[in-house]
T-cell receptor, first 115, second 114 residues
Framework: DGGITQSPKYLFRKEGQNVTLSCEQNLNHDAMYWYRQDPGQGLRLIYYSQIVNDFQKGDIAEGYSVSREKKESFPLTVTSAQKNPTAFYLC??????????????FGAGSRLTVL | AQSVTQLGSHVSVSEGALVLLRCNYSSSVPPYLFWYVQYPNQGLQLLLKYTSAATLVKGINGFEAEFKKSETSFHLTKPSAHMSDAAEYFCAVSGTSGYSTLTFGKGTMLLVSP
């Protein structure tokens, strides 16, 4: 079955360490997204990519970095510059890059806890 | 820029009762609107979407929503709640011209009691 795989599901990190969250999709979707979810805050967009080797900042990009070297993969690095990184991170993809009517397919998420 | 407001962070209903989750949008032109559902520790899945066709949209699991331009609303309803409907529900909006990303509301947790 096609879908989005996020790993790891749970991750613990010490302050000052960078950590990379993996996101892989086998849906042949063009666009990929990273959202951060905090209790009572909904989902906030961190970065998105409409095509390989190109990505744009979302609403809360500070302290995060991404790459899109392959269509299937969109890893997110949470750097030590992110002041409050403990959160649930969701990766998503959509088929086309050209329309706001796109339906997003989500992965199961990665929960990051900074100790 | 578009935004959505979900009224009520928690809604409690009894099994068999009507479910009504409220969403109001802010946009200079009618946008695209979506409802997603999230079960605990999982990703989101689409319930239904409005993309300027019929104003009454039917989705999965017996849910439906009506786009009301005059009220800038897109409320989600289900005639009879099941225990399995207990989850968090998110309303989301995107623009209709050019490329637009989704903006989510803060979510409403639906609690269903026997």
């Amino acid at each position: 079955d096609g879908g989005i795989t996020q790993s790891p599901k749970y991750l613990f990190r010490k302050e000052g360490q960078n950590v990379t969250l993996s996101c892989e999709q086998n849906l042949n979707h063009d666009a990929m997204y990273w959202y951060r979810q905090d209790p009572g805050q909904g989902l906030r967009l961190i970065y998105y990519s409409q095509i390989v080797n190109d990505f744009q900042k979302g609403d809360i990009a500070e302290g995060y970095s991404v790459s899109r070297e392959k269509k299937e993969s969109f890893p997110l690095t949470v750097t030590s510059a992110q002041k409050n990184p403990t959160a649930f991170y969701l990766c998503a993809s959509s088929k086309d890059r050209g329309s706001g009517a796109n339906v997003l397919t989500f992965g199961a998420g990665s929960r990051l806890t900074v100790l | 820029a578009q935004s959505v407001t979900q009224l009520g962070s928690h809604v409690s209903v009894s099994e068999g009762a009507l479910v009504l989750l409220r969403c109001n949008y802010s946009s200079s032109v009618p946008p695209y609107l979506f409802w997603y559902v999230q079960y605990p520790n999982q990703g989101l899945q689409l319930l239904l979407k409005y993309t300027s066709a019929a104003t009454l949209v039917k989705g999965i699991n017996g849910f439906e929503a009506e786009f009301k331009k005059s009220e800038t609303s897109f409320h989600l309803t289900k005639p009879s709640a099941h225990m399995s409907d207990a989850a968090e529900y998110f309303c989301a909006v995107s623009g209709t011209s050019g490329y637009s990303t989704l903006t989510f509301g803060k979510g409403t947790m639906l609690l269903v009691s026997p």
